[in-house]
């Protein structure tokens, strides 16, 4: 996708945006999990309701760091956090280190927004660890900084807005499990959960291997693979080789997104079923169209809403959820039209916007 630029061709462009232009109907109150205590990685989850200020006092400027916007879950990443400032009535200026390969690039930008006059700082992390000195040097200065979407190990945060990929991968394995609880027919379920290696895979494959226990799911070999879509779909062809009674095929959202078309192909439409761990504009129009059957929803946007909402909070010293995301739901043939997809997705025709003014 052509959707990474500078924030210097974006002005050039006309995408810094008034804050009126926005202005979004109210996507609140939201249902979310917080975690207690905040921060914790074994911290307890409770259910909440999450409402947003009304308004800001003053036109905070808040810096939006991203490690990229290439694709459409950055996208809908930065839907959340340009509309809910507008709607805030605060300053928004974002950049994107341009892949995750980018650290240091992520670094020094985010140098740059403080040396800038940022009043808080919400931070999309290319690196789980690498970022936490800079961190500690921008909460040391006084400046309130937000962990949104990946997720850092630093103790000098203030607020997190993310969910988890262990509770994705959960909510899917759990979908099929349903379906197919212990005592009844065996069926084959390929498994695709992407890299080996990387966080948020291992994560999302432990998830679903804990839902899928007790029930009458023969999980296949995994099958770990980068996400590009031609990796993907080899895998798919092959699992499919092996194994023809295979009766489902699960995994990242570049794997169903792949497989419509091989499915399609070989008759096979209704014979092997589709499911994604994660939720895509292609993986919302599959199941629109039968040709994937779920996916849990983490709603970027909202995340991104979330962010801004726990920033101002911060700067103005209001009541704060610190560690919250919104609520993961599976998305399905049964509920898709009843699905709000401004909340889960970016909407169509959505442009990148780096600035709100």
């Excluded at 497989?259 to 895509?280: N, S």
């Excluded at 040709?291 to 911060?314: N, Y």
Aim: glycine share 10%.
């Amino acid at each position: 996708m052509k959707y990474a630029m500078s924030a210097a061709l974006a002005a050039a462009i006309g995408l810094a945006v008034p804050s009126a232009s926005l202005a979004a109907d109210a996507w609140f109150p939201y249902d979310a999990q917080e975690v207690t205590p905040a921060f914790a990685k074994d911290g307890a989850v409770k259910a909440v309701t999450y409402s947003p200020l009304e308004k800001a006092e003053k036109p905070w400027n808040i810096c939006v760091s991203f490690p990229h916007m290439k694709d459409a879950y950055w996208l809908g990443v930065n839907y959340g956090v340009s509309d809910e400032a507008a709607r805030l009535g605060v300053k928004m200026n974002l950049v994107e280190a341009g892949g995750y390969t980018e650290l240091s690039k992520q670094i020094s930008q985010l140098e740059d927004c403080v040396s800038g006059g940022a009043n808080a700082v919400v931070i999309g992390a290319i690196s789980f660890d690498g970022l936490n000195n800079v961190i500690g040097e921008i909460a040391g200065k006084g400046v309130p900084v937000i962990d949104l979407v990946n997720g850092v190990s630093s103790s000098d945060i203030s607020a997190k807005s993310l969910v988890s990929f262990r509770t994705m991968g959960y909510e899917t394995g759990a979908y099929l499990a349903k379906k197919h609880p212990a005592g009844s027919e065996k069926v084959k379920v390929g498994w695709f959960p992407g890299p080996a290696g990387a966080g948020w895979v291992e994560a999302a494959h432990a998830g679903f291997m804990e839902a899928v226990k007790g029930s009458a799911l023969e999980i296949l070999e995994p099958r770990f693979g980068d996400t590009g879509k031609e990796t993907q779909l080899k895998l798919v062809e092959d699992v499919l080789q092996a194994t023809p009674d295979v009766r489902y095929v699960a995994g990242t959202a570049v794997t169903a997104e792949a497989a419509q078309g091989l499915i399609r192909e070989r008759g096979l439409k209704g014979k092997v079923d589709l499911l994604a761990f994660y939720m895509t504009p292609g993986i919302y129009t599959g199941i629109q169209r039968g040709f994937v059957m779920a996916a849990p929803a983490d709603s970027m946007v909202i995340q991104g809403r979330v962010a801004m909402d726990q920033a101002v909070r911060l700067l103005e010293g209001k009541d704060l959820t610190k560690h919250v995301g919104p609520k993961i739901f599976v998305v399905d043939g049964d509920n898709i039209g009843s699905v709000a997809r401004e909340n889960i997705l970016p909407p169509k025709g959505f442009k990148p916007v780096f600035s709100v003014q």
